[in-house]
């Protein structure tokens, strides 16, 4: 496994593993398949409603916590400093824990800077060991920045080769903020383009192992979902190839800031 350090000295596993839209057994059982093989670091949000299933399986997996690396999200409805004290309390008790490795806001919202005094809170009485946001751009960082004692540490985005988000990425960098990245394979997307098909075998792996060590490469942890027990060990043989500079710069060339999800200078919900 490949680490990142955060601003704060806390290590990040490179590679996570995703739960979005993944509820009940099927979750349960994925994630102890991804805890088999070998990942350690399991993302979620209390939006996706499987907060329980991960804690069960992370439970009944035996590993020791202090060896996990646990992700959890205060939704948009739980903004205002009590809560998200509330949010943060029930997210603990769903996953079974009484820390969290990473605990993000999820989506730019109004409230938000009551809703970070309290994460600052939670982080400074040890109960967080990092503290972040996600989908947040430049200006949402910089109007949050107007009362936070405390950067953000992760922004979680999505990013893929035709959504690169360069400008957002340098910022980051500038900032110290670490990149994470969500919908990496372009939910399938990634597939159908001609240039990932002739990588793949040139290095002879799959499309999805060259994207996401792509994603590594360029600093950003990478959180791929899968419940197929073939692809989720598939997507972590990711530590033993490395992708040469020019062909980088080739699946940078894609971008042509499509995305698969939600433009958050413009959602509702």
């Known amino acids: 496994m490949e680490y990142f350090k ?25 994630v102890r398949e991804a805890l088999n093989v070998g990942y350690r670091h399991i993302d979620t949000a209390w ?9 069960r399986a992370i439970k009944d997996s035996g590993i020791d916590r202090k060896d996990l690396f646990i992700t959890t999200k205060c939704w948009n409805d739980h903004r205002g400093y009590e809560n998200t004290l509330r949010a943060f309390n029930e997210s603990c008790e769903n996953l079974q824990t009484d820390y969290l490795d990473l605990y993000l806001l999820h989506w730019p919202k109004p409230l938000d800077k009551e809703s970070w005094k309290a994460i600052e809170e939670l982080y400074l009485a040890g109960k967080i060991r ?5 989908n947040y751009h430049k200006h949402h960082l910089e109007d949050l920045y107007t009362t936070a004692k405390i950067k953000p540490m992760v922004d979680q985005v999505e990013y893929h080769p035709r959504l690169t988000q360069e400008p957002l990425m340098k910022y980051l960098k500038d900032e110290n903020i670490q990149m994470q990245s969500y919908s990496p394979l372009m939910r399938g997307g990634v597939m159908e383009i001609p ?21 590594i490469q360029n600093g950003v942890v990478v959180i ?24 980088l710069l080739k699946i940078n060339s894609l971008n042509d800031n499509f ?8 959602f509702d919900f």
Not at 12 to 23: E, S
Not at 130 to 134: D, K, L, Q
Not at 225 to 230: L, R
């Open 224 to 247: 791929p979902k899968s419940v197929t027990p073939s692809r989720i060990k598939e997507n972590f043989e990711i530590f033993d190839f490395e992708i040469e500079e020019e062909d």
């Open 259 to 266: 995305r698969t999800g939600s433009d958050p200078d413009n």
């Open 6 to 30: 955060l601003s704060n000295g806390v290590e990040i596993p490179a590679l996570g593993f995703g739960t979005w839209q993944v509820k009940g057994d099927t979750c349960y059982h994925a």
């Open 130 to 134: 990092a503290i972040g946001v996600s």
């Open 47 to 55: 939006i996706y409603r499987n907060e329980k299933e991960v804690g």
């Open 195 to 215: 240039l990932l098909q002739e990588l793949a075998k040139k290095y002879n792996k799959s499309i999805s192992l060259i994207v996401l060590r792509w994603n």
